[in-house]
């Protein structure tokens, strides 16, 4: 039977139809409006639904945490203002009258990534998103690992970095403070003395700019970092790595693999892929919760 997939964005929400089978059958994308409420925004995401007349057993729906995964709820997400401890899986379960099952973002396209994507197969994966922040997922034998309080994976706030700069509510060395594109456009901009983006960077870095390289270098220390945390608390088979930096870096992704080798227990057992599932892992791996 159809599932149907709620991708809901900062800056765009996106609704897709997906078949048992996985083929996508109708999808649409807009704006998410912030002069509307949740209320209303989701509204418009149902219409869509019920213009397609497709027949289908549920719901599934990745935001941007924090969330509370048992009930559906969003807590006080940085950027969804006005959705604070809004009852997204209730709302949806009544206007639709189908079940709704509700996680974040960086878990869904985790999903999405070890069911039919680059780790398809295997019995434990543990996503990485590298873009404007950095997230994380595990998945293991096909399901989210959410955790008691719905916190598992959320490497974002792990600490990694010498350097103690941190933002409001970060822990000081906090990874996504000095690993995410921000972080890079950030250390950039200060080392440099004029405004540098993360992409302008990495071109920086490629051509061979030595600052530019030493500040990706730093970068991808702190993700090597987390890779070996991470391998000394779940030891997965397989580190999927997506998001905006990743995927237009793969050479950073190696660097990466490179030096986390020299910190894991065994490193012939240290496996990395890139994303496969591309801009609409979100909605995949939403359908896929069904």
Request: hydrophobic share 45%.
């Amino acid at each position: 039977m159809n599932r149907i997939g709620i991708d809901i964005g900062g800056t765009q929400l996106r609704v897709a139809a997906y078949s048992e089978e996985g083929e996508q059958l109708a999808r649409e994308a807009m704006p998410n409006d912030h002069e509307l409420g949740p209320a209303q925004n989701l509204d418009r995401l149902v219409a869509c639904i019920e213009k397609w007349e497709l027949p289908y057993v549920g719901i599934g729906v990745g935001c941007p945490g924090p969330l509370d995964f048992s009930t559906g709820k969003v807590l006080n997400p940085p950027n969804l203002p006005g959705w604070e401890n809004f009852g997204v899986a209730d709302y949806l379960k009544e206007r639709t009258g189908h079940r709704v099952l509700v996680n974040n973002d960086a878990n869904v396209a985790g999903l999405a990534e070890a069911l039919v994507g680059a780790a398809a197969g295997l019995e434990s994966v543990f996503y990485f998103t590298v873009s404007t922040g950095v997230g994380g997922a595990y998945i293991y034998r096909g399901e989210v690992v959410g955790g008691a309080n719905s916190c598992a994976a959320e490497v974002f706030n792990m600490m990694v970095a010498d350097d103690k700069y941190h933002r409001l509510g970060m822990n000081p060395g906090g990874l996504e403070d000095h690993a995410s594109g921000t972080a890079l456009a950030r250390i950039a901009t200060q080392r440099f003395g004029r405004s540098v983006s993360a992409a302008e960077l990495f071109g920086m870095a490629h051509a061979g700019d030595g600052l530019a390289v030493e500040i990706a270098e730093l970068a991808a220390e702190n993700l090597a970092r987390a890779v070996a945390c991470v391998t000394f608390v779940v030891d997965p088979d397989c580190f999927v790595f997506g998001g905006s930096v990743a995927l237009h870096n793969p050479d950073f992704v190696d660097l990466v693999h490179r030096r986390a080798l020299a910190y894991v227990l065994n490193p012939t057992k240290l496996d990395f892929a890139l994303a496969k599932c591309g801009g609409d892992a979100g909605l995949i791996g939403a359908a896929l919760l069904v």
